[in-house]
């Protein structure tokens, strides 16, 4: 295990250490995000009260200030924190499997056909959740399957997948344009803030839709942890070391896209989240190999964050929280363009 | 690729062929539509005036005829030729087969400060938001060209910061379309990319924009010529590379521009005309600006038919079908290996 040199030779920490102590450090990020949301917003309420609330002290509280406390900000904070999670998770899953730092799914246009297909699945059939949680999931996939298809030419090319993407992209986007245009002032504006990725309105039914989630795919994807690392050295040596790559690579792509659908069903199609938090997880951690655990960490963190800001910055009105982190995104990946031209990514 | 010689014969055949085939679309998009007009009634109104028309049928065609479908034909043509051009000359300058107006950015650009024209000051005459829509495209393109003016950036770096750039300037528009709902409802039939109910007044502003832009490219075509060669090549052959850049930035700002506020944010036109027109017409900028002009229109018309055409009372707006064409062309291309080097 390779260490890193603080201060000379006096000080040198494992980078497994490193991690735990990155790990630590972001924890503590997102304790003080959670107090930010839990405790401040549009109705002010008593620091002292939503504590009495939050551990089950009702004394002193007005009914509106319970609901508001459990029903609104405490779901709000859970959708948050798994909807990041699992950006942070599929970010790094398809980094590895096109083995490219661009290969995120919001790039590719995953995230772009898990919201059409929601959108569609809303417009023709109303908007009940489990339905929008069937149409994301079945967009994404079908997504997938089609730019993977489009891209394929005896092999699998990571700068052509990202183009076809951005191609497919367009034409789902003229799709969703079109559905939106259809739709009454008040279904498009909501449509609208839901496709800039929203976490606004969101309630205990969406948190127990994340929680299947969650618990369907936490496990295949620790199943899926060792291929991943694997293939992180190149998918000839993985080839070498007897795994099956290709299947390897479908199971991936399959659990890469479940999660952007869970994202996608609880909080929109929020863009640069999957994109930067590996990035950050990696950077950070100096990991070599899949950081599948501290991307999902990050991403929490950057969707909390990004969501505390889209809260306040025009308070009372509140943003989606998705155009905070398409401003924020967009200018990190010219950014990050920058640095990989120069070749110091 | 064709000798030379024979080069000349066949741009000048497709140059007729699409002039015939604009000249029947145009008389096609002034007749489909929720109310059907038949050949005859639209040729004798269209000769004759108002007066062409016999009885009272006849009179709401004439009137459905001159203050609908003949200022929407027109713009569909503008519009068309705008972003043709305005494709072939910033894939020129950045030497880019992927550089598109919708892709890059700029009609990103072009739609916030639209919005922010709408929003903001309230604006909604014609020539201010083409006015801000041409601003907003301008520093859309200013961004890019910055970018990539250090050094050569690949087709796809320029696609990814394009791409980037369009997602920062959309977050804003949308940050500003959902704090205000009234400019939401002005604009969402817009940010489509539409046709459909434009203001007829549009019409000459916009055609004399898009002529003096054609003015400025004719200009500079023969300098772009040689830029394409390379910048030591073109300073070289006495082309002042500043110069030419500039020009062309601000003509395609133009452009953009001014289809932008006129039609909305239509993507993929600007991409697959020059792409056209340089399978005819070889590496002559001239040829490639003349013969995007008359694809662009064509392009545009044939999308806004197609629209009316298959949706029955409804229609398909413009910029959707547009997608639908341009699209899979921009996928065909991204697979193509060359596309790298290029």
Partial sequence: MSALRLFGERVSLPVRRRLVVVLVGAVFVLLGGALVSLYTGNSSIEAKITTGILIGDYAGASPFEVFTVLDVRLPRLVCALVAGFALGVSGALFQELTENPLGSPDIIGFTGGAATGAVLVTVTAGGALVGTAAGALTGGLVTAALIYLLAWRSGLDGYRLILVGIGVTAVLGAVRAYALSRADLEQATAGLRWLSGSLTGRGWDDVAIAAIGLVILAPATAALHRSVSRLSVGSDLATSQGLDVPRARIAIAVVGTAWVAVAVVVAGPISFVALAAPHIARSLSRASGAPLFSAGVFGAVLLLLADVVALRVFSPTQLPTGVVTAVVGGAYLLWLLQRLRRGTA | ???????????????????????????????????????????????????????????????????????????????????????????????????????????????????????????????????????????????????????????????????????????????????????????????????????????????????????????????????????????????????????????????????????????????????????????????????????????????????????????????????????????????RRSVEHL
Avoid: H, K, Y
């Fill in chain 2, 1 to 335: 690729m064709p000798i030379g010689s024979r080069r000349p014969r066949i741009r000048r055949r497709v140059f007729a062929g699409a002039i015939v085939a604009l000249v029947v679309l145009a008389l096609m998009s002034v007749m489909v539509g929720p109310r059907p007009i038949s050949l005859e009634s639209a040729l004798a109104i269209l000769s004759e005036g108002v007066a062409g028309s016999s009885g009272a049928a006849g009179r709401v065609d004439g009137v459905v005829l001159w203050s609908l479908r003949v200022p929407r034909t027109a713009l569909a043509v503008v519009v068309g030729a705008a972003l043709g051009m305005a494709g072939a000359l910033i894939q020129a300058v950045t030497r880019n087969p992927l550089a598109d107006p919708g892709i890059i950015g700029v009609n990103a650009g072009a739609s916030l400060f639209v919005v922010l024209a709408v929003s903001v000051f309230g604006w909604s005459g014609v020539l201010a938001t083409a006015g801000a829509g041409m601003l907003g495209a301008l520093l859309a393109l200013l961004a890019i060209v910055v970018l990539s003016a250090r050094g050569r950036m690949s087709p796809l770096v320029l696609v990814l910061a394009g791409t980037a750039l369009a997602a920062t300037v959309g977050g804003v528009t949308s940050a500003v379309l959902i704090v205000d709902s009234d400019a939401f409802d002005q604009v969402r039939f817009w940010t489509v990319g539409s046709l459909a109910g434009r203001d007829p007044d549009l019409v000459w502003p916009a055609l004399g924009l898009v002529a003096l832009a054609a003015l400025a490219a004719t200009a500079i075509a023969v300098r772009v010529n040689t830029l394409a060669l390379g910048e030591d090549m073109a300073r070289s052959l006495g082309t002042s590379v500043v110069r030419t850049r500039t020009i062309a930035v601000i003509t395609v700002a133009v452009l953009c521009g001014t289809a932008t506020a006129a039609a909305g944010p239509i993507a993929f036109v600007g991409l697959t005309v020059p792409f056209a027109a340089r399978a005819v017409a070889g590496t002559d900028t001239r040829w490639i600006l003349t013969l995007s002009i008359v694809f662009g229109a064509l392009l545009m018309l044939a999308a806004d038919v197609v629209g009316r055409a298959i949706a029955g009372t409804g229609e398909l707006e413009a910029g959707i079908v547009v997608a639908f064409v341009g699209a899979p062309l921009f996928i065909w291309m991204a697979r």
